[in-house]
Antibody
Framework: QVQLVQSGAEVKKPGASVKVSCKVS????????MHWVRQAPGKGLEWMGG????????IYAQKFQGRVTMTEDTSTDTAYMELSSLRSEDTAVYYC??????????WGQGTLVTVSS | EIVLTQSPATLSLSPGERATLSCRAS??????LAWYQQKPGQAPRLLIY???NRATGIPARFSGSGSGTDFTLTISSLEPEDFAVYYC?????????FGQGTKLEIK
């Protein structure tokens, strides 16, 4: 059984960066393809990016290209999502998610990122 | 990018009734479509994958159908715990997109 535990809530100023972590247990990170999904308050789910095991690369949604970086530390089985140049519209709950074949069976508990001056 | 359009935006029904939710893709996704349920304050839960396969532990009252561009999630007889928001998601192409959601509310 995969468990994903994310880092705590963050408050950031516009223009700053945030880095959210996602600790994996039950499996090793190398056995999984990690994705990140966000949800603004009262809004729907938005896929941000994820690992493509066929190419060995991370694919980002065009909307976030140049602002988002997804990395992994396999020594600690922890995935990271860093989003830069934050603006108020980036206020959202950020989820890590993984599963079979690009469907998401397992989700972290979510990390609320608030961007406010 | 494949756009998924869900309808209706809100569905008001009573417990025991049948719910039919729709998801339409802007281009064919074959059968590579999933459905998720999300309750307030919780992460989404996978219900259906590959259009018609129930995920582990999902009750038989949930069923999915469709292929190509038109998909349906059916809940045969609504239980009180089924009132939530439902999302479809395609894995056919990059980026892996979600629909905008259908809120199933108690009438």
């Amino acid at each position: 059984q995969v468990q994903l535990v994310q880092s705590g809530a963050e408050v950031k100023k516009p223009g700053a960066s945030v880095k959210v972590s996602c600790k994996v247990s039950g499996y090793t990170l190398t056995e999984l393809s990690m994705h990140w999904v966000r949800q603004a308050p009262g809004k729907g789910l938005e896929w941000m990016g994820g690992f493509d095991p066929e190419d060995g690369e991370t694919i980002y949604a065009q909307k976030f290209q140049g602002r988002v970086t997804m990395t992994e530390d396999t020594s600690t089985d922890t995935a990271y999502m860093e989003l830069s140049s934050l603006r108020s519209e980036d206020t959202a709950v950020y989820y890590c998610a993984t599963g079979d074949g690009y469907y998401f069976d397992y989700w972290g508990q979510g990390t609320l990122v608030t961007v406010s001056s | 990018e494949i756009v998924l359009t869900q309808s209706p935006a809100t569905l008001s029904l009573s417990p025991g009734e049948r719910a039919t939710l729709s998801c339409r893709a802007s281009q064919s996704v074959s059968s590579y479509l999933a459905w998720y349920q999300q309750k307030p304050g919780q992460a989404p839960r996978l219900l259906i994958y590959d259009a018609s396969n129930r995920a582990t532990g999902i009750p038989a009252r949930f069923s999915g159908s469709g292929s190509g561009t038109d998909f349906t999630l059916t809940i045969s007889s609504l239980e009180p715990e089924d009132f939530a928001v439902y999302y479809c998601q395609q894995r056919s192409n990059w980026p892996k997109t979600f629909g905008q959601g259908t809120k199933l509310e108690i009438k």
